[in-house]
């Protein structure tokens, strides 16, 4: 018999399992919203901690590694209005989190007891954030056909969240494969639409459940809408981790603003994630124990005419009716035309002693 896929981590509370069965992992992603200040980053951690996610994570990106510093058209930023009108080097130069703190901000994000990591965009991040000994790793969903990142990633045995945003599935089949023979094993793949922002016309989020089914992982949503409603939507479609970008005010700008939730409204996110979860439960055909005193209202057989010992019960002197402290519904063909083993008066629940030859024999 197959189990739903999962696996676990260290965080700074105990063991957290990710997966089908377990409360959603929720991830609040800087990005670049620290806006280069590391005492913003402390406290969108903080404002993190009272919203009540799981993880905080941040990017480990050089400039220098991720692209180069030219000028050329090629290298110049023409689509997206938030981001267009400068060349990619300037803008990651712009927005980048020096690795130096993240080493202090992992440390002050575990002390506040939630779970600090990365998303590196090359080898040598990788090796750095290995240095710091962060729990797991997150593949950007541009970065899904580096392989290099992808293998050395792997090769740290640590658990991966990927995003599979623009990604074909050949491209995903071949990520995955990279990730299992580079000894990855804990595998999470998250449905994204690589727009900034998305739309909710965009999502497609029944591609959650096939995410699941299709390659045997744990799944989720990295939500880049404006729309908080669908976190509900994406988690009752079986989406086990949640990731979005967040900030101390948008007004306070970058390139992520637009799309990322303040921390009221991560407040919201987290009780809406919590909330779906109670909702949906796990199957079950038991009546609650609140479900259990409505039970009375439910129909069963009464005596609805006085009856005199001996006298047979008819259509006319048993009925089902409410409330239910008579026998079950089920019985009235077995009852009908027996005699009464003594005198009933009319409101009088059905039972048993009162049934010439007692309970059948089922």
Not at 27 to 53: F, K, P
Not at 108 to 122: H, L, M, N, Q, R
Not at 134 to 150: N, Q, T
Not at 215 to 243: K, M, P, Q, W, Y
Request: charged residues 25%; glycine residues 6%; proline residues 6%.
């Amino acid at each position: 018999m197959s189990t739903s896929p999962h696996f676990s981590i260290q965080s700074p509370r105990g063991i957290r399992h990710i997966g089908v069965g377990h409360p959603v992992f929720i991830v609040a992603e800087m990005s670049c919203n620290h806006l280069q200040d590391i005492n913003r980053a402390y406290r969108i951690i903080d404002a993190m901690v009272d919203a009540g996610v799981d993880a905080v994570k941040v990017q480990t990106v050089s400039p220098e590694t991720l692209t180069m510093d030219c000028d050329n058209e090629y290298f110049q930023v023409n689509v997206n209005s938030i981001w267009k009108g400068q060349s990619l080097f300037e803008l990651y130069k712009k927005v980048y989190m020096p690795w130096e703190w993240q080493p202090i901000l992992k440390r002050y994000a575990e002390e506040k007891g939630v779970i600090f990591f990365s998303t590196p965009v090359d080898p040598s991040g990788v090796d750095f954030l290995e240095t710091i000994d962060v729990p797991l790793y997150k593949i950007a969903s541009f970065e899904i056909g580096y392989i290099d990142l992808l293998r050395r990633i792997a090769q740290t045995n640590k658990p991966v969240i990927f995003s599979r945003g623009l990604s074909s599935l050949e491209d995903i089949e071949l990520a995955l494969s990279t990730l299992r023979e580079n000894g990855c094993s804990d595998i999470a793949l998250l449905h994204c639409v690589s727009s900034y922002p998305a739309t909710p016309a965009q999502m497609n989020l029944r591609t959650i459940p096939d995410i699941a089914s299709r390659f045997n992982v744990v799944t989720g949503l990295s939500d880049h809408t404006a729309d908080t409603r669908v976190v509900c939507t994406a988690v009752a479609l079986g989406a086990s981790i949640f990731e979005k970008h967040v900030t101390l005010s948008r007004a306070d700008g970058g390139p992520d603003a637009a799309f990322s939730l303040e921390p009221q409204e991560v407040k919201e996110l987290v009780n809406a994630i919590r909330s779906t979860e109670q909702v949906l439960g796990v199957p079950t055909y038991i009546a609650t124990s609140d479900e259990k005193e409505n039970a009375v209202f439910r129909r069963s057989l009464f005596v609805t005419e006085d009856i005199k010992r001996g006298e047979r019960f008819t259509r006319s002197n048993i009925r089902c009716i409410r409330p239910a402290h008579g026998l079950h519904p089920k019985y009235f063909d077995f009852i009908f035309e027996k005699k009464a083993t003594k005198d009933l008066q009319r409101g009088t629940p059905l039972n048993w002693e009162s049934v010439e030859g007692g309970t059948p024999h089922e």
